[in-house]
């Protein structure tokens, strides 16, 4: 069970230039997730998708475009990557708990983009 | 619009010492609340979640409560150790599923 993945892992780009960030899960979570993280800003939501067909903005859409495949994947794409744009990216899917205890949010391990 | 707000920013604190960490959400309309840790260069580990339903919940050394009505939700940590040193993150889940983490809690336990 490989859980969420997302690629690649590292990646530097030139100022404008675009990029498409992968991300598939494999427990049939109908909610997904791209973040931003950078230091001292926890995590920020780019956009999300709560179900197969369905994108909606975050908190820090601006520059950014999602793609909701299929119920296992959710791409992101830079359409023209600014410096403003360096961060870590997680992307993540989501359940409901239905019992008492367990975990919400599974997240990839993260991509680290550099933009020069 | 969901905002949510940890603090503090930062926290040192000797071992051994009890200490809380707060967050603070602006929609009480959650479906649920969950606390995560995370070291340096790593991704996210799930600590506790809390249903809207619920008041707190607890595991060994960590209980998080929940006040859905004051929008606040605290997680304390007993006896604290070195190996306790990370940053925690607050998260809430809406019920669009729409999930808002504040901006986190650097903690440095003194040895």
């Known amino acids: 069970n490989a859980g969420v993945t997302q690629t690649p892992k590292f990646q530097v780009l030139k100022t404008g230039q675009s990029m498409t960030l992968q991300c598939a899960q494999d427990m049939n979570h109908n909610s997904m997730y791209w973040y931003r993280q950078d230091p001292g800003m926890g995590l920020r939501l780019i956009y999300y998708s709560a179900s197969e067909g369905t994108t909606d903005k975050g908190e820090v859409p601006n520059g950014y475009n999602v793609s909701r495949l299929n119920k296992r994947e959710f791409s992101l794409r830079l359409e023209s990557a600014a410096p403003s744009q360096t961060s870590v990216y997680f992307c993540?899917?989501?359940?409901?708990?239905?019992?008492?205890?367990?975990?919400?949010?599974?997240f990839g391990e993260g991509s680290w983009l550099t933009v020069v | 619009k969901q905002e949510v707000t940890q603090i503090p920013a930062a926290l040192s604190v000797p071992e051994g010492e009890n200490l809380v960490l707060n967050c603070s959400f602006t929609d009480s309309a959650i479906y649920n609340l969950q606390w995560f840790r995370q070291d340096p260069g790593k991704g996210l580990t799930s600590l506790l979640l809390?249903?809207?339903?619920?008041r707190e919940q607890t595991s060994g050394r960590l209980n998080a409560s929940l006040d859905k009505s004051s929008g606040r939700s605290t997680l304390y940590i007993a006896a604290s150790q070195p190996g306790d040193s990370a940053t925690y993150l607050c998260?809430?889940?809406?019920?669009?599923?729409?999930?808002?983490f504040g901006k986190g809690t650097r903690l440095h336990i003194l040895p």
């Open positions: 809390i249903q809207s339903s619920q």
């Open positions: 998260a809430a889940m809406n019920r669009d599923d729409k999930i808002i």
């Open positions: 993540a899917s989501s359940r409901k708990p239905t019992g008492n205890s367990g975990n919400t949010i599974y």
